[in-house]
């Protein structure tokens, strides 16, 4: 079967960072993504791994480790505009498949 | 350039009614996919045509269907209605696949009673 687990909520504070850690187990893996989704609102698109490592882009980074089945994403110099909820997604093999995960609620406070 | 589009924004239907639901991907996207997001869940994967062909279905019953037109627009058809399927319909149009990530519309909320 196919599982993503993500925390459900995390709290930080405006200024911080925080990291918002996935692990995954699927029957094939062609790519992670990372989206972020504001409530009532669609998912928008954040980052991609496809190769382990460290992927930066501006105030995000993401983190892929494929021998773990983990990622990470990291979210720098924290704004109350951050305040959403992140979405893990796996792209499966050959591309046609993507499932997410449950998505983690991020507060951020003053 | 218009993003992706989908009508209507919201709906509301009794149960056994059946259900269209239209997505227009962004020009040039040959790929569309669905998923179903229920209040507190990440999107559910239902469809994924790529140039007007089934790529990929997830675990829902055969009530769901859809298809993708020549101009790459598609629609998702529900039958018989259940409370169940009360959720945000969201079209995500790619490239091709999934490897270049998705760009979704504002999602399609329908509420059966």
């Known amino acids: 079967g196919q599982n993503i687990d993500q925390p459900t909520e995390m709290t930080a504070t405006e200024g911080a960072i925080v990291q918002i850690n996935c692990t995954y187990q699927t029957s094939g893996f062609n790519g992670l993504f990372w989206y972020q989704q504001h409530a009532g609102e669609a998912p928008t698109f954040l980052s991609y791994n496809v190769l382990d490592g460290l992927e930066e882009k501006g105030r995000f980074s993401s983190f892929l480790s494929r021998s773990k089945g983990y990622s990470y994403l990291l979210l720098k110099e924290l704004q109350m505009k951050d305040s959403a909820s992140y979405l893990c997604?796996?792209?499966?093999?050959?591309?046609?498949?993507?499932?997410f995960g449950a998505g983690t609620r991020l507060f951020v406070k003053a | 350039d218009a993003g992706v589009t989908q009508s209507p924004t919201h709906l509301i239907k009794t149960r056994g009614q059946q259900v269209t639901l239209r997505c227009s991907p962004i020009s040039g996207h040959k790929s569309v996919s669905w998923y179903q997001q229920v209040l507190g869940q990440g999107p559910q994967f239902i469809f994924q045509y790529y140039e007007k062909e089934e790529r990929g279905r997830g675990n829902f019953p055969d009530r769901f269907s859809a298809r993708q037109f020549p101009n790459y627009s598609s629609e998702l058809n529900v039958n018989a209605l259940l409370l169940g399927d009360s959720a945000l319909y969201l079209c995500?149009?790619?490239?091709?696949?999934?490897?270049?990530?998705?760009?979704f519309g504002s999602g399609t909320r329908l509420t059966v009673v």
């Open positions: 997604a796996v792209s499966l093999t050959g591309g046609f498949k993507t499932i």
């Open positions: 995500a149009s790619s490239l091709e696949g999934t490897t270049y990530g998705y760009t």
